[in-house]
């Protein structure tokens, strides 16, 4: 079984390829994206619930830490949540300018994003959580987001 951060840092990837088919398809066609597109944020909404409902109360509960690192990171979600919406519905519009205009920004916080994650927030879970980790990544790995 992988580490907590191991398995994280994986899922981002997996998610940034998602990402870049759909920016490349983008190049067509907005409307031949849209299958990329929501499977992106199907993707990165699963991303997002395996932290904010597994790892981060795990981790607050370890260090009593909920006012530091999660919670940077859950108003990060949130800006991209609504990014989100507007990605979908700059292809819904067929508004190539909005599209690409969201896409990167998105990209941008994103790519600051998993860093700050991958290098700070996943070696500290990693660190407090390494005991749980097993657990932790079993929870992650079947949790279903309606």
């Known amino acids: 079984m992988s580490t907590i951060q191991e398995y994280l840092t994986n899922d981002h990837r997996k998610c940034d390829e998602i990402f870049a ?13 849209r299958t990329f597109a929501e499977e992106f944020v199907a993707d990165m909404e ?7 409902r597994v790892m981060f ?23 991209m949540r609504s990014l989100f919406s507007q990605l979908l519905n700059a ?13 990167e920004t998105l990209m941008i916080l994103l790519q600051q994003h998993n860093m700050k ?3 700070m927030l996943y070696a500290m879970a990693q660190q407090h959580l390494s005991a ?6 079993a929870m992650m790995d079947s949790l279903i987001v309606e």
Do not use: C, W, Y
């Open 91 to 103: 292809i819904n519009e067929n508004n190539n300018d909005r599209f690409f205009g969201t896409s």
């Open 117 to 119: 994650e991958e290098q």
């Open 46 to 52: 699963h991303h997002f619930q395996m932290e904010e």
């Open 21 to 33: 088919k759909m920016e490349e398809q983008a190049g067509s066609s907005l409307e031949s994206t």
């Open 132 to 137: 749980e980790s097993d657990r932790i990544v």
């Open 57 to 79: 109360p795990e981790f607050e509960q370890k260090t009593g830490m909920t006012q530091g690192p999660t919670e940077m990171m859950r108003q990060e979600h949130t800006q």
